[in-house]
């Protein structure tokens, strides 16, 4: 099956498009600079996961470019819709890369006559959603859910590996800091699920005919607060640290000051943002036993999963 992959050069991207490679898939990727040094490291880690030189056909676009969309989708058969951000700088915002880019994502494979739609959205998104970052999500799942495309949507937990942004985050913060801040809600929990789990759910999924129209948590096996979650980490680098407890003004002020600095300043997206910590004040949880039985899910332990790379690198 050939299969049209956007966001593929990013962490959950990487992982998805080195198991299209094993199961045998015919792999186009949208990249906005087909030469980045993030591109040819893809095409390496590819590589290595099948042990052979891999190829993939590589397209010029953006999500929010719809005449590039439309070119580069001609001749496949499926669409894996990964794209979305963290955080916003300049006209990537929520609202332009998770809903703007999703109904342009869908319109160009309506256009292409593609049928089968896998798309990436996120645990907590739900209609009337406190954060912009789930409202967007919210918004570009009823886009996909009225395009009349075969479409599987998943809803992922925090997503955890070797090059996440989360766990590797408090990571360096424990190589640097005697001090380990905890933000948001300490009672929120969490169910971290491993980025191989997800990135199988989603290649089973293309030829899963039952998962057409459904909706999937992608969850892991364990509910987890953020500061036990963070005691794990502690524990599987072999550090100890104090843990200070960042009252929710006192992190907003700062959410705020880094929204406002790093555009600014550095023309890129901050590391933290009032959003995040919106989301921080709720349960991040949901059913994962739909998505495990149908795509036979075998998950790891929180603590097992972060072992094999970060107990190397302590």
Not at 54 to 78: F, I, N, R, W, Y
Not at 151 to 170: A, M
Not at 289 to 302: D, K, S, V
Request: glycine content about 6%; some cysteine; overall charge positive.
């Amino acid at each position: 099956m050939k299969v049209f992959v956007t966001g593929a050069t990013g962490f959950v991207g990487t992982e998805i498009w080195g198991q299209l490679f094993c199961a045998d898939h015919c792999v186009h990727l949208l990249a906005r600079d087909v030469d980045s040094a993030r591109q040819r490291s893809v095409v390496w880690a590819s590589s290595a996961r099948v042990a052979v030189d891999v190829s993939a056909e590589v397209h010029a676009g953006d999500v929010l470019d719809p005449k590039s969309l439309e070119t580069a989708m001609s001749g496949a058969d499926a669409v894996i819709h990964l794209v979305g951000i963290i955080s916003e700088a300049s006209q990537q915002t929520f609202e332009n890369i998770h809903t703007r880019g999703t109904q342009n994502v869908i319109a160009a494979a309506q256009k292409a006559g593609i049928k089968r739609f896998i798309h990436m959205s996120a645990l907590g998104t739900r209609r009337n959603a406190v954060s912009r970052y789930h409202k967007s999500k919210w918004a570009a799942e009823e886009a996909v859910r009225q395009s009349g495309l075969a479409y599987t949507i998943f809803r992922p937990s925090l997503i955890y590996g070797r090059h996440d942004q989360f766990v590797n985050r408090f990571a360096k913060i424990i190589r640097t800091s005697p001090v380990l801040p905890v933000l948001g809600n300490e009672r929120a929990k969490f169910q971290p699920v491993a980025v191989e789990c997800v990135g199988a759910a989603f290649v089973k999924s293309l030829t899963e005919p039952k998962s057409i129209t459904q909706i999937y948590d992608l969850c892991g096996p364990e509910a987890l607060p953020l500061p036990e979650i963070l005691d794990q980490i502690l524990e599987v680098m072999h550090r100890k640290r104090l843990k200070l407890r960042i009252p929710l003004p006192l992190a907003r002020c700062q959410g705020a000051f880094l929204e406002f600095l790093f555009p600014l300043l550095l023309h890129k997206a901050p590391p933290l943002n009032r959003d995040q910590l919106m989301m921080l004040q709720e349960d991040n949880v949901g059913d994962a036993q739909p998505a495990n039985e149908l795509f036979g899910l075998q998950h790891r332990t929180f603590r097992e999963g972060i072992e094999k790379y970060l107990g190397r690198a302590a």
